[in-house]
DNA sequence: GTGAAGATTAACT
DNA sequence: GTTAATCTTCACA
């Protein structure tokens, strides 16, 4: 596993959006290791895009962490309950931002259970762990308190499995909940790893796939 | 200071 | 398919 590094990350929202698919989000807490495959992903870029929280390059109390370097944490929490879990993407004072959406679940599939108040890990209750930002934070241990974190050095991290190298099938559909943003809710900015079960929505147009990249 | 809306989820009918 | 839960953030006064 290799942990990827600052330059990974301080490149455009949608190259680091893409590239991020099929990589480790590891979380190493006190209360144990969890772990999953990124199969979910959404860019934002706040100097175009309407839908991002630092559109117009609107700099606030909220989004000034999104204007420093790359690899840290965006977070924020969402209708007052659930936290969304962002990665800084692009150059200093270049605003963008990546929404993690779903994970697949690798290790620690007891810690998440307990986090999320399941009792079992049936199959289904598998696929739930994480297919959504809100469900994904709260598996992984994830809040408000990690706003800031560096990925780069830290017990949250994203890491490359050096492994087995699969071929994914990526398909770039519009991303989800974003009907304010105007003609910026068609941009195709929401990846995810098209055969993958573990996406938080299931059905998208097969016009979206794209080709298949090497993980 | 006040108010409206939100990058969601689970539990309904 | 519809709706409640719940509170921070931001725009405006």
């Not at 630092?54 to 999104?66: D, F, K, P, S, V």
């Not at 492994?163 to 974003?178: K, L, M, N, S, Y």
């Not at 098209?194 to 298949?212: E, G, H, Q, V």
Request: glycine share 8%.
């Amino acid at each position: 596993m290799k942990i990827l590094t600052r330059e990974f990350y301080s490149r455009h929202s949608w190259e680091v959006a893409r590239d991020i698919l099929g990589k480790i989000l590891v979380h190493e807490s006190p209360d144990g290791v969890t772990s999953g495959k990124i199969v979910e992903v959404e860019a934002y870029d706040g100097t175009i895009d309407k839908a991002s929280h630092a559109y117009n390059n609107l700099r606030t109390n909220r989004t000034e962490i999104q204007f420093g370097p790359a690899g840290f944490t965006y977070i924020y929490l969402i209708y007052g309950m659930h936290c969304c879990f962002n990665v800084v993407a692009d150059e200093i004072e270049a605003p963008g931002a990546v929404l993690i959406r779903a994970l697949e679940p690798v290790d620690g599939l007891e810690l998440m259970c307990a986090r999320r108040g399941l009792k079992n890990l049936s199959h289904k209750s598998m696929i739930e762990l994480c297919n959504g930002p809100g469900k994904l934070c709260s598996a992984m241990g994830i809040n408000t308190n990690f706003y800031g974190s560096d990925l780069v050095n830290g017990p949250l991290y994203i890491a490359e499995d050096t492994w087995g190298q699969d071929t994914i099938e990526v398909a770039a559909t519009p991303r989800i909940g974003i009907d304010h943003a105007g003609e910026d809710k068609h941009l195709l900015w929401r990846f995810i790893i098209a055969n993958s079960p573990y996406i938080s929505r299931m059905k998208f147009s097969k016009d979206y796939l794209s080709s298949s990249t090497d993980k």
